[in-house]
């Protein structure tokens, strides 16, 4: 069950946090151990669960990791688009070492994370990278939908080009294309024959299935939607707190 971060608020906005933004796990002089375990997000307040990662958070911890070598492990199902490319931005432009394990799930945009490895990143016979074409959710007039289109279309071409510098020997841009606009679910041993990647043993880790990844993923594999258990019924539960928590820093803050 994913862990519902506390809130603490002060009349002092520079000391309203949850705690620190990072959590070192498995910390030694020379290694730190990353965890993408939630849903990636663009900000402190998107992050809901304390499993969530945003560009902020993983800043603060590569600064305070000092140069460290990562052992970095994902299951999730992604989130942001501009949030995950800037976190592998920041992740490839690291100047420690980087080693990548998929756990369960690398899906959407968290599917380029596994790319910052210095060497192949292990995934698992039974763990997944799901790749799909970007999606969002628009409204507005026949304009703004046209540019919403375009613009999805150049964040594709973006994420084609991390892809494509990472393609098994004999495996062309075009072939990872058309995966993705059938949304694809690459087990590790598939995965291994589209991109360069070792494949792993398989593992237990439960893949990170949120419900806005089942309301908006057609092809979700039965094994994977059967052990990710039921939706979740409490989305109206989390708002009013989000509108509680939302008021109680207004009270504190003297807004």
């Known amino acids: 069950m994913p862990n519902i971060k506390r809130f603490i608020a002060c009349k002092d906005a520079a000391h309203a946090t949850t705690g620190k933004f990072y959590e070192f796990k498995n910390l030694t002089d020379t290694t730190a151990d990353l965890y993408f375990y939630g849903d990636i997000v663009s900000d402190w307040w998107g992050a809901w669960q304390q499993e969530d990662q945003y560009p902020d958070a993983i800043r603060n911890f590569l600064t305070a990791a000092e140069g460290r070598d990562l052992n970095i492990y994902i299951n999730s199902g992604g989130g942001s688009v501009f949030a995950g490319i800037a976190i592998y931005n920041m992740l490839k432009r690291y100047p420690g070492k980087k080693n990548c394990y998929v756990d369960a799930l690398a899906g959407s945009i968290a599917s380029v994370l596994p790319f910052v490895a210095d060497e192949k990143p292990i995934i698992p016979a039974n763990a997944f990278l799901m790749i799909h074409k ?122």
């Open 134 to 255: 970007p999606w969002t959710e628009c409204e507005g007039n026949a304009n703004q939908m046209r540019k919403m289109a375009d613009d999805l279309d150049r964040i594709e071409a973006g994420i084609w080009k991390i892809y494509e510098e990472h393609l098994a020997e004999g495996v062309t841009i075009d072939q990872i294309k058309e995966l993705m606009e059938k949304e694809t679910w690459l087990d590790g041993t598939t995965a291994g024959q589209y991109f360069n990647i070792s494949v792993g043993e398989e593992n237990v880790v439960k893949a990170a299935i949120q419900d806005y990844t089942r309301s908006y993923c057609r092809n979700i594999p039965d094994r994977i939607r059967e052990i990710g258990g039921e939706p979740t019924t409490n989305h109206e539960k989390e708002l009013e707190m989000r509108r509680n928590i939302a008021v109680l820093m207004t009270a504190h803050m003297g807004i």
